[in-house]
C-alpha cells in the first residue's frame, strides 16, 4: 500500500499486489492530513501521523480498501514526537518506530542517536481500547551516526536575509548532486529575474558551533542586486537535472521608501522556528542557558511552494503578499532586523503590516512600533502570536532566545502585554480551526454583506481562518471596536479596530490562519481590502 497527501491535505491510497488495485488510480481516503508534520506507515494498514505539537496519532485503513478502524478517527498514542524531539520519525510493518533523536544536553552534541519503540498491539489498538508500548514506551538506543538532513542534496543559505539595490548578496551552497543550476526569482509567483547559472558541485563540512555561529560554507553563487529590482520577497532557486527544486529566500528592501505601505516579514520567527542543523528556540534540551541561533544557515521554515502542510511561517505570508499585488497595494518590504537597526524609515509610512505569525520581537523593534502608533501610525495585523516574546540580536548573524536562566522571555511577564498595542493578546487555544462568526456593524464589513451572526473564512490554507494560534480582546482596553469572534470552542479569534485619537488607529485580525483564507474566501478579502482602502485615505 502507499498513501500520499496532497497539497490540501487529502489522503489518497494506492494498492499493488501483482497488479494495481482501482486500475492504478488513488482514491481520496481522508481530509485533513496536512496538520501532521510527519506521516509514516505501519503494519496493514496503520499510518502514524505527528502532529503540530507532538503528539502521535494512530490510524487504520484496512488492505482492502473498504473502511478505517474507528471511523477515520485518530487514536492518540503519545506525546514528544515532534520536530522538537527526533529529526526523522519511521516504522516498520512490526509495530517498530525508529527515531533519530534530538541530543539534549546543556550543550547539543550530534543529533545521531537511532531510538527504537514498538508498539505492541499497533495492528489492533482500536478494537482494543487501549494502546501498549514495549517498556512503557521509552526508548531504546540501537545505534549510533546516523545523521540525518533531508535538505542534504542540495543546501544553502543567503549571506544576508535583507539586501537593497547596488549591494552585493552570496549563497553558500552544498550539494551532492551535479548538474544543479541557480537562478533569482521573485516571489509570490516565481518569476525569474536572473539567468540560471551552474553550482559546482560538493557537500561542505560543518564547524563545531555551526548551531551559533554560523555554518561557514563558501560562497557558490552570487550577485550584486541590479537598480531594475523593487523591493519585495525573491529566492534563490536551485534546481537539479531530476527536478528537485530547493529556496533560498531574501528581501530587496527600498533604497528609500517609495510605497505608502511597509510589509515587515517575520524573520526573527522563521529563523525561532528553523529546525535545519536539529535544534532551534524549540527543540528539547539546552536546560538552563540562553539558546544563541544563527541565520546563516539552510531554512526548514521557509517553504515558497506547498508542501502538504499547514503552514503559519512564509508560505502563509506569501498569501498575503501575493493578494497586496494582485490588489495593487504598493508595498516595500522589510526584514525584523531592519526595524531593529534604524526605525527612521518607519514614520514615512501611511501603514505598516505584520505577517501571519510575528511573534519575536526586540526591545528596540517594539519600541520603534509603539512610537510610530503615538505619531499618527497605522498598523494592520493579519497574524496571531503576535509581539508576544522578547530576543535580542547576538550580532547581525544571530539571534539570543530565553533569558540567562533558560526561561521563555515573554513580554507580558514584565507588564508588556502585546495587547498594549495589538488590542488583543494570546490565548491558550491551539490547533483548531473554525470560521469566524460577526460581533456587531462595523464600517471595515462593508462590501461584505455580513451581519452580526453571520459567519465567514470556512476555507483556508490551515482549515478556517480562526486557528492555530489565535488571540482575544483584552476587555479592559478603552475604545477597542469588536467587530468578528472565531467560533473555536476553546475561545476563537476575536478581529477588532481600535482608533486612536491622533488619527492612527490598528487593526488586528489576531488568528494565524487568517492570510491562509485569502484565495478561498471572499469575506476575508473585502474585509482586508477595506482596512488597506482605509489606511490609504
Given amino acids: 500500500m502507499i498513501h500520499g497527501v496532497d497539497p490540501g491535505g487529502g489522503l489518497w491510497w494506492y494498492r499493488y499486489d ?31 501521523g505527528v502532529r503540530q505539537g507532538g503528539d502521535l496519532h494512530w490510524y487504520r485503513f484496512h488492505p482492502d480498501g473498504a473502511r478505517w ?9 503519545g506525546n514528544g514526537w515532534g520536530e522538537g524531539f527526533h529529526k526523522q520519525v519511521c516504522s516498520d510493518d512490526e509495530g517498530c518506530v525508529y527515531a533519530v533523536s534530538v541530543d539534549r544536553g546543556a550543550v547539543p552534541g550530534n543529533d545521531d542517536a537511532l531510538h527504537w519503540y514498538r508498539l505492541m498491539n499497533a495492528r489492533t489498538v482500536a478494537t482494543d481500547g487501549r494502546y501498549e508500548w514495549h517498556g512503557g514506551g521509552s526508548a531504546t538506543t540501537v545505534g549510533n551516526g546516523f545523521s540525518v538532513e533531508p535538505t542534504g542534496a542540495v543546501q544553502g543559505y543567503a549571506s544576508s536575509l535583507t539586501i537593497r539595490a547596488g549591494e552585493r548578496i552570496g549563497f553558500p551552497i552544498s550539494t551532492s548532486l551535479t548538474g544543479v543550476t541557480a537562478a533569482v526569482v521573485r516571489m509570490p509567483g516565481r518569476q525569474r529575474v536572473s539567468d540560471p547559472a551552474p553550482v559546482a558541485t560538493g557537500v561542505q563540512p560543518l564547524p563545531p558551533d555551526y548551531r551559533t555561529r554560523g555554518c561557514g560554507w563558501a ?21 537539479s537535472p531530476g527536478g528537485l527544486r530547493r529556496h533560498v529566500p531574501f528581501v530587496v528592501r527600498p533604497v528609500r521608501p517609495s510605497a505608502p505601505i511597509a510589509f515587515l516579514v517575520p524573520t526573527n520567527t522563521y529563523n525561532a522556528y528553523n529546525v535545519w542543523g536539529g535544534h532551534n528556540q524549540y527543540s528539547a534540551g539546552e536546560e538552563g542557558r540562553q539558546r544563541q541561533v544563527t541565520f546563516l544557515r539552510p531554512s526548514t521554515s521557509t517553504a515558497v511552494e506547498p508542501t502538504g502542510r499547514i503552514d503559519h511561517l512564509l508560505l502563509s505570508d506569501l498569501f498575503l503578499v501575493k493578494w497586496m499585488e494582485d490588489n495593487g497595494f504598493r508595498h516595500d518590504c522589510y526584514i525584523d532586523g531592519d526595524l531593529d537597526a534604524d526605525g ?7 501603514a505598516l503590516v505584520l505577517g501571519s505569525h510575528p511573534e519575536y520581537w526586540s526591545e528596540r523593534m517594539r519600541q520603534r512600533v509603539v512610537d510610530y502608533l503615538a505619531g499618527g501610525g497605522r498598523l ?21 532566545h530565553r533569558t540567562t536562566k533558560g526561561a521563555r522571555d515573554e ?5 508588556k502585554s502585546e495587547s498594549q498595542i495589538l488590542g488583543v493578546a494570546l490565548t491558550g487555544a491551539y490547533m483548531d480551526f473554525h470560521p469566524y462568526r460577526v460581533v456587531a456593524d462595523h464600517p471595515l464589513l462593508a462590501g461584505t454583506g455580513l451581519r452580526p451572526g453571520d459567519r465567514f473564512g470556512h476555507v483556508a490554507h490551515n482549515g478556517a481562518a480562526s486557528g492555530w494560534e489565535v488571540d482575544a480582546l483584552n476587555p479592559d482596553l478603552p475604545g477597542v471596536q469588536h467587530i468578528a469572534r472565531g467560533d473555536n470552542p476553546g475561545g476563537g479569534a476575536d478581529m477588532v479596530f481600535w482608533p486612536k485619537p491622533n488619527g492612527g488607529w ?23 481590502r477595506n482596512v488597506f482602502d482605509l489606511a490609504l485615505s
Avoid at 527612521?344 to 501611511?350: A, F, G, H, V
Avoid at 508576544?388 to 539571534?399: F, K, L, N, P, W
Fill in 18 to 48: 501483482n497488479g494495481w488495485a482501482n486500475g492504478g488510480a488513488g482514491v481520496r481516503i481522508g481530509s485533513g492530513f496536512h496538520e501532521y508534520q510527519t506521516l509514516t506507515a505501519g503494519p496493514d494498514g496503520v499510518i502514524y
Fill in 69 to 77: 478502524d474507528n471511523g477515520g478517527k485518530p487514536i492518540w498514542v
Fill in 219 to 239: 560562497e557558490r553563487a552570487g550577485l550584486t542586486v541590479p537598480a531594475s529590482w523593487s523591493s519585495g520577497l525573491y529566492a534563490l532557486e536551485m534546481t
Fill in 344 to 350: 527612521t524609515w518607519l514614520r514615512q509610512y501611511k
Fill in 380 to 400: 494592520i495585523y493579519t497574524g496571531g502570536n503576535g509581539m508576544y516574546e522578547r530576543m535580542s540580536y547576538a550580532s547581525g548573524t544571530a539571534v539570543t
Fill in 411 to 415: 513580554y507580558h511577564a514584565d507588564g
Fill in 506 to 528: 490598528v487593526f488586528s485580525a489576531s488568528s494565524m490562519s487568517f492570510n491562509g483564507a485569502l484565495p478561498h474566501d471572499a469575506a476575508i478579502r473585502q474585509i482586508l
